[in-house]
């Protein structure tokens, strides 16, 4: 398979799982803003997914759009902003002590992102965002190891596992504040 087949499968691939989201989100939501929001959350976690898994990079341009819509949401629920502080704080301390004692364990990008998430989704439903990367991440780096498709020292990119942790906490979870 050359390279150009394999990126558009690829593509079509993320349209797919984009489009199957997107109606999980329809039966949960119907067409109101919270539909539209999360809509728009979906779509910016599969791109920063898919940057970050070709890349091991995310682009500011790609945090931007995330962290104005965080923004919204806190201008549009006041009473949930000491909730996304204490939930912003909660992933960024750990993500950014752990970068400074291992510098190249984790990227700018991914503290970041981390505590935009936290923003997002506040404190405690970031605990089950952070729970469930941690968790999806070690089964695929054991399954790298097992398969022996990576070794000890091969690099995974972080962001596809909190974006996937994102979208569980998303659509599953009933206490998630938007």
């Known amino acids: 398979m050359?390279?150009?087949?394999?990126k558009t499968e690829m593509f079509r691939n993320l349209g797919l799982i984009g489009v199957l989201l997107l109606l999980l989100l329809l039966g949960r939501f119907e067409l109101t803003w919270q539909f539209?929001?999360?809509a728009a959350l979906v779509?910016?976690?599969?791109?920063?997914?898919?940057?970050?898994?070709?890349?091991?990079?995310?682009?500011n341009v790609l945090l931007l759009p995330l962290g104005a819509l965080t923004l919204?949401?806190?201008l549009l629920q006041p009473g949930t902003a000491w909730m996304r502080l204490a939930g912003a704080l909660f992933a960024f301390v750990p993500f950014a002590l752990t970068s400074i004692v291992?510098?190249?364990?984790?990227?700018?990008?991914?503290i970041k992102l981390v505590t935009l998430l936290g923003l997002l989704f506040g404190f405690p439903n970031i605990?089950?965002?952070l729970l469930i990367a941690v968790l999806g991440g070690g089964a695929v780096a054991v399954t790298m190891l097992l398969t022996k498709r990576g070794t000890a020292k091969t690099e995974l990119p972080y962001a596809?596992?909190?974006?996937?942790?994102s979208l569980i906490v998303l659509l599953v979870l009933p206490?998630?504040?938007i």
């Open 2 to 6: 050359n390279m150009s087949t394999h």
């Open 36 to 38: 539209f929001m999360q």
């Open 43 to 59: 779509l910016a976690f599969l791109v920063i997914s898919y940057v970050d898994w070709q890349t091991q990079k995310i682009p």
């Open 72 to 74: 919204l949401l806190v």
């Open 102 to 110: 291992h510098p190249h364990q984790l990227g700018g990008g991914d």
């Open 127 to 129: 605990v089950w965002v």
């Open 160 to 165: 596809p596992f909190l974006c996937f942790g």
């Open 175 to 177: 206490f998630y504040p």
